[in-house]
């Protein structure tokens, strides 16, 4: 019995001993004067509403809690709602997100059941980390449906305050395009405190997932997410160190667009430009035709691509495409101009030139009757020619591989004065080399295109 007495007084004892160590006053220092608090009674049916009008008049709410103490930890955590508007003109991305941020204040405890929230016009009169969005070009604060900024501030027993806030915030994403449009780009919210150094504020994230989430229904029109990341960072700068919290997102872009609209459309302008290599050679209209459509259509679909980029000093991979398409298709037209003048050379007007040409020449040095080129002369003749010494007519000539075709009853010589070889035969014969070198040249370029940039990148 005497045992059981002992135990209950020891019992009773330290219970009384913790209430008292408990209600101990607290100490903050505010413009050099130590100011007192303790932890405010309040009955289970008092108003709550009479301590938060107490929190809000007492203007030494407005300093961090414990200024000579350790620093305050304030704990952050976003959750996005939506991702959208990435550009790569202007290098940025908004985000609307609920930014949260959790830390304790002593000065705040009491002893009721539930917690207080207050309206966010309040938030003056406590304070409040003044975090910003280091690398945000604008921030606005959304509107509740009764014309107040969305935000939220509550307060429990414990003292430990929770401050939300829905934001849209643009912020810059400096991309690297020169993979573009089979790209990856790493795209950032960097959150760092404006005015409280690390000896004053510890930044950090909120322990676990729920320091970064991100809304399921969130899609990206041509991304894809494929990691999200975030690490806590002191930022070092003449006023001193700073902590920050970044998180960092991994986005793939999605090649389904640019493969409908540029990829597949000069891929058919490319063939489409072959054709003319199954064309007559006298077919000068449509091969000219087709080759000049072809190259225009290629240049007007590849200034509309490059409009959707920022003016960069560097070559993209849509811009090694539509170069090289280009090139194909002028290699075309190149082509042809090559056939047609060897097929001209050799039957249209630069054979009666040549003809003009070698006849004048033969005259002038004095050539004898047998030197003269046969369409120089027009025929054969019994008279003679410049003073020389006639000859008999020969017999008319008939079709051999020396270059000679029967004409009626006369023999018409046609040959080459340099190599000797048809020339209509060796643009026929361009033609049909280019109608497989061109293909099976593509072929080879788009392996290794495709190789190159579909590879993953080693860093």
Known sequence: ?????????????????????????????????????????????????????????????????????????????????????????????????????????????????????????????????????????????????????SMLLRITPEGEVLYTIRLGVILSCHMSLEKFPMDRQECSIDIESFSYATNDLDLTWLPGQSAVEIDKSVRLPQYRIEDISWRQEIGEYFTGDFGQVKVRFSLVRQIGFYVLQAYIPSTLLVVLSWLALWMEITSAPARVSLGITTVLALVTQGTWIRGQLPKIAYVTAIDVWLVSCQVFVFATLIEFALVYYMHAYEQGQYSLQRAKRASRKALKSGMKQTEIPPWAKGGFSDGPVNGTTPFRERKPLTRRDSGCEEVGSRATVRFNVTTGKDFVDRAIMTDHICRVFFPLAFIIFNIVYWYKYLAPDKN
């Open 1 to 149: 019995m005497y045992c059981v007495r002992c135990i209950i007084f020891l019992w009773v004892f330290s219970a009384v001993m913790c209430n008292e160590a408990s209600d101990e006053p607290l100490e903050t220092i505010t413009n050099g004067k130590v100011v007192s608090y303790e932890t405010r009674k309040v009955p289970e049916d008092a108003d709550l509403s009479k301590l938060l009008i107490e929190f809000l008049d007492d203007p030494n709410f407005s300093v961090r809690p414990d200024v000579k103490g350790p620093p305050v930890t304030v704990r952050c955590g976003l959750y996005i709602c939506s991702f959208d508007s990435i550009s790569e003109t202007s290098m940025d991305y908004s985000v609307t997100m609920y930014v949260r941020q959790v830390w304790n204040d002593t000065r705040l405890r009491f002893n009721a059941t539930n917690a207080i929230v207050i309206n966010g016009s309040h938030k003056n009169n406590i304070w409040v980390p003044d975090l910003f969005f280091t690398n945000a070009k604008d921030t606005s604060v959304h509107m509740s449906t009764s014309t107040k900024e």
